[in-house]
């Protein structure tokens, strides 16, 4: 899931047709400017950063401004 804007927006996630756990995991990559970029100077600007989250057939999940979030079901 992707948030290329500047606010916080807030998504409902419906999940049919699998079986799913009640835990899983968000990985986040984000930045606080839509032009952050790593470089050699600073090759840990932007990094992935990993949390438990709650989950099941629906669930709630909000996505950070200008960051790129992948929720591994379990």
């Known amino acids: 899931l992707t948030n290329a804007g500047s606010k916080a927006m807030p998504v409902n996630v419906c999940v049919d047709g699998i079986k799913i756990g009640n835990n899983g995991v968000k990985t986040v990559l984000k930045s606080t400017k839509s032009t952050d970029t790593n470089s050699i100077d600073n090759p840990k600007n932007i990094i992935p950063t990993t949390s438990k989250i709650k989950v099941g057939k629906k ?8 960051s790129i979030n992948v929720i591994t079901l379990k």
């Open 59 to 66: 669930f709630n999940v909000t996505l950070e401004p200008y």
